[in-house]
């Protein structure tokens, strides 16, 4: 909801400061399809080029969490720990053999299906599940660091997939300013070659070029950029359920 507003702000605040200044919409308008026309297609191909239909994929799926917000909230995170505390208090009590057909099949498991949100984050049950597989196989004798080892690995690479699709929204908004500028060359050079119109017409076609600048900028610094940084904090709020997880597990194993 947040993004929606601020993106409303942005524009109204913009260009209406521009014509509340006295300047004249009316070109700049005209203008805004043309120079867009080049650099979303010039930004689009280097989306493409730079990375595979997987990123691309995951990209659309961060910017739809830009929208939505984190997707944990305070009830996933006690979920989560009554889940994972009542798996090892399963382990502690009842032993391993009870264990193992919990984590061996979680979405034919009883105890997981109590939480059914926590069961379609597929990364979130395959750590737990996998971490205390590796329990049960060890039957208990697998030495506790190893198994935050494990874990942190786990993790890590899970988050590293995560923040894929902020990585390419910071690229692209850096490269919107340069795409901006290839669009305002372009004009330049459209202008060079009607170079014996009357000043009036030159200055309207000078004008329009700049402003693919104009739109590249403000595209890389106020919507781009930012929803890159939200997305980030997006990742980061739903990336510490995981953080929660490793927590209760080893603190369990421990004692």
Do not use: C, W
């Not at 939505?68 to 009542?86: A, E, H, N, T, W």
């Not at 069961?119 to 198994?147: E, F, M």
């Not at 890159?228 to 990742?235: E, G, H, P, S, T």
Request: glycine fraction near 10%.
């Amino acid at each position: 909801m947040f993004p929606v507003i601020g993106i409303v702000v942005l524009l109204v605040m913009v260009f209406g400061g521009f014509a509340f200044t006295g300047g004249a919409l009316g070109p700049v308008m005209e203008a805004i399809p043309h120079e867009m026309l080049i650099i979303g297609g010039a930004a689009a191909g280097a989306l493409i080029i730079g990375n595979s239909g997987k990123e691309l994929k995951g990209l659309g799926a961060g910017l739809g969490k830009v929208f939505k917000g984190p997707k944990y909230k305070k009830q996933d995170f006690l979920d989560v720990i009554f889940l994972v505390s009542r798996l090892m208090k399963m382990l502690r009590m009842d032993g391993p053999i009870v264990l193992e057909p919990h984590v061996e099949d979680p979405q034919s498991s009883a105890v997981f299906a109590e939480y059914p949100k926590l069961l379609k984050d597929k990364a979130l049950i395959n750590l737990i599940a996998d971490t205390l597989r590796l329990v049960v196989v060890s039957s208990g004798t697998l030495d506790v660091h190893a198994v935050e080892e494990v874990m942190d690995h786990s993790i890590k690479n899970h988050h590293h997939e995560e923040e894929a699709a902020h990585g390419t929204l910071a690229s692209l908004a850096d490269a919107l300013p340069a795409l901006g500028i290839v669009a305002a060359v372009l004009g330049v050079a459209k202008t060079m070659g009607s170079i014996d119109k009357p000043p009036s017409i030159l200055g309207a076609m000078i004008g329009s070029a700049l402003v693919g600048t104009f739109m590249g900028v403000l595209l890389a610094y106020g919507m781009v950029a930012p929803l890159a940084n939200r997305l980030k904090q997006v990742l980061d709020a739903d990336a510490s359920i995981y953080d929660v997880v490793k927590q209760i597990i080893i603190a369990s194993l421990h004692g």
